[in-house]
């Protein structure tokens, strides 16, 4: 119950299209969903989060969707640039100081 | 922007020995946590701490690891008698605690590759 789904293992896109990653979770309790990028060799950086309040949630070229019913979230890159090159984990979490839940991680790549 | 520092960037170690991995967290974060990642998999809980001790520990943590805050910056992983199968890249991550509004998000060090030989 403690797990975080996530796919797909891998995705591969020309520059300009729009890679989705979807995530998936079973604890009702979990109540923050951030999204990591890391790139090779660097830790994980925050990239967009949200919580179950709202269904969408948008920052620059970055959207969340989120469906509560279902519990299952996913990530959105508009307008992909090679620079987007990297994986990305979906988390979650639930209650202050509560441990973190990482998905496996999909590894995108952005073709020029 | 502050941020997490880690050292060394690279440890390479015996088996059996022993390792301490540093970490630093950011000045007004009240949590910190220890994350480890096998090469191209996924990112693992090891341990969080707050208030100078641990809050929630993975079956990971087993009684070869230890952390410690020996002062007010640093935050140290131990393993006491390291194994092949410790060979990863270990992250150190804090968090802000203080919004009313629940979780703050988890900012990460850029890692300590630990190679065991």
């Known amino acids: 119950q403690q797990q975080v789904k996530q796919s797909p293992q891998s995705l591969i896109v020309q520059k300009g299209g729009i890679p989705i990653i979807n995530c998936a979770y079973e604890?009702?309790?979990?109540?923050?969903f951030p999204w990591y990028q890391q790139f090779p060799g660097k830790g994980p950086a925050l990239l967009i989060a949200i919580r179950p309040d709202v269904s969408e949630k948008k920052e620059g070229r970055f959207t969340i969707s989120f469906n509560k019913s279902a519990k299952q979230f996913s990530l959105h890159i508009m307008d992909s640039q090679p620079g987007d090159s990297a994986t990305y984990f979906c988390?979650?979490?639930?209650?202050?100081?509560?441990?973190?839940?990482f998905g496996p991680g999909t590894r995108l790549s952005v073709l020029p | 922007e502050p941020e997490v520092t880690q050292t060394p960037s690279h440890q390479v170690t015996q088996m059996g020995q022993e390792v301490i991995l540093r970490c630093v967290p950011i000045?007004?974060?009240?949590?910190f946590y220890w994350y480890r990642q096998i090469l191209g998999q996924k990112v693992e809980f090891l341990v969080s701490f707050y208030n100078n001790e641990i809050s929630e520990k993975s079956e990971i943590f087993d009684d070869q690891f230890s952390v410690e805050r020996p002062d007010g910056s640093n935050f140290t992983l131990k393993i006491r008698s390291t194994k092949l199968e410790d060979s990863a890249m270990y992250f150190c991550?804090?968090?802000?605690?203080?919004?009313?509004?629940?979780?703050?998000?988890?900012?990460f060090g850029n890692g300590t590759r630990l190679t065991v030989t």
């Open positions: 604890n009702t309790a979990f109540d923050y």
């Open positions: 991550a804090s968090s802000e605690l203080g919004t009313r509004s629940g979780n703050s998000p988890l900012h």
């Open positions: 988390a979650a979490s639930g209650g202050y100081g509560q441990n973190f839940v």
């Open positions: 000045s007004n974060h009240l949590y």
